[in-house]
């Protein structure tokens, strides 16, 4: 199962995914500025594609841990594929709106709930437990050059040319990607214990209804039966809210704080894409160096202190630098938070409590793009619209060195595994 053949079409499909992904997210915040300029209205349509997360993320992870991967990943592909096409055709023939592109991004997002959900879960039965660090650091590198660097620079160049063609690119990526997933050798059906087989065998014929709740609830359980899991689902949970908050505002910060264009806000994500790179190459060597426990409090509160600096000024070389250091401890998180889970979690177990992590942080951020927007929006009836849009940084800074200092005293004496 752990051959260099299937870890190639697996980061190959990875990659190609995430560029394609790249240049959607690039075009999707310039095709909303040109039909609205309410931040409240721009963030239905973030809030869409994140929403996902909070609906499926927990259903999904009990499908993973019953099925092939492979089928889980072959069918989230095909899906995003299908609403890709359709929304290139409405941007083409100009009927898309809103509304009608918040509907695309929920489809979108739900394809990505699946594909993101299961890559993390299927990356353990290609690769060996030492090499785990190593190989999440070349996925998250892998997405960032081609989502963040490729995929983001390009959009700004190509939205240029004309709008539609990021979604176009968008749509072969996608269909490349089916095809290489589809050449996955085996079945990469979840290894499973003795007790859970014999358990298995003794509920195989009320299993597809009857235990559905039971099994999403033992992930849920498994996680916060764990002091330290448990502490680190709550600071996920504050971690992807307050970085929502910034995110859906973050294009017209850029346009109006800093004042850019598109292909320069495409080269100030490519520089924090790049420390973002060096930190999935580093984080192997820091984990040699430091714990789990103290990379994530580093993490934390570099981010909170390097974000809050980024609301302080209107500088676009400064926040360029800030977010280069910033992007890099993002990465070494989120490095470190899925070696733990793939690491101490059982496999057969796996896809479950993922979920509940994904659920927790990603399904939060549709709550947090909603409340990004409509902080800048009540902001704006007590203060100028510049330092309303500064704003979001300044209050993600505060809560995120006061989740660094209350996870530290919390789980001083608590094991990592």
């Not at 509304?99 to 039965?125: E, H």
């Not at 269909?175 to 996955?184: A, F, P, R």
């Not at 790049?274 to 820091?286: K, T």
């Not at 409509?374 to 704006?380: A, H, T």
Request: aromatic residues 12%.
């Amino acid at each position: 199962m752990k051959s260099k053949l299937n870890y190639s079409k697996l980061f190959g499909a990875f990659s190609l995914t995430f560029l394609g992904d790249g240049l959607t997210l690039a075009a999707v915040p310039w095709l909303v500025s040109t039909l609205t300029t309410d931040t409240l209205y721009a963030s239905i349509t973030m809030t869409a594609l994140r929403l996902p997360w909070l609906i499926f993320s927990l259903p999904v992870g009990v499908l993973i841990d019953r099925y092939s991967r492979k089928h889980m990943l072959v069918g989230a592909s095909f899906t995003r594929m299908i609403f890709l096409l359709f929304l290139t055709i409405c941007i083409w023939g100009g009927w898309i709106s809103i509304p009608l592109l918040a509907l695309f991004m929920f489809g979108i997002g739900l394809s990505r709930v699946v594909f993101d959900s299961t890559v993390q879960t299927i990356i353990p039965q290609v690769v060996e437990e030492k090499k785990l660090e190593k190989a999440n650091g070349q996925f998250t590198a892998g997405q960032l050059i081609t989502s963040d660097i490729l995929g983001v620079a390009l959009g700004g160049f190509i939205i240029t040319m004309h709008i539609v063609y990021p979604f176009a690119i968008d749509t072969v990526t996608a269909i490349l990607s089916l095809l290489l997933i589809s050449g996955l050798r085996g079945s990469f059906h979840p290894a499973k214990s003795k007790e859970s087989q014999v358990e298995e065998k003794a509920d195989k014929e009320t299993r597809p209804m009857k235990n559905w709740k039971r099994e999403m609830w033992s992930g849920i359980q498994y996680v916060f039966q764990d002091r330290f899991l448990r502490g680190l689902a709550i600071l996920s949970v504050t971690i992807t809210l307050m970085f929502s908050m910034i995110l859906v505002t973050q294009i017209f910060f850029v346009r109006e704080v800093l004042q850019l264009e598109a292909y320069a806000f495409g080269i100030l994500i490519s520089i924090a894409t790049i420390g973002s790179i060096l930190g999935s190459q580093a984080v192997a060597y820091m984990r040699k160096r430091w714990s789990s426990k103290q990379l994530i409090l580093l993490s934390i509160l570099s981010m909170g202190l390097l974000y809050g600096a980024v609301g302080l000024t209107s500088n676009a070389y400064v926040v360029g630098g800030l977010y280069f250091c910033a992007a890099f401890f993002i990465v070494v998180y989120n490095v470190v938070r899925s070696s733990i889970l793939q690491r101490s979690v059982p496999n057969e177990l796996l896809g479950r409590v993922g979920s509940v992590f994904r659920f927790l942080s990603f399904g939060i951020s549709a709550i947090g793009t909603l409340l990004g927007g409509l902080l800048v929006r009540v902001s704006e009836t007590f203060f100028d619209r510049l330092f309303s849009l500064q704003l979001p940084y300044l209050l993600l800074s505060v809560v995120y060195i006061l989740a660094c200092f209350l996870f530290a005293s919390k789980m001083r004496n608590v094991a990592e595994q």
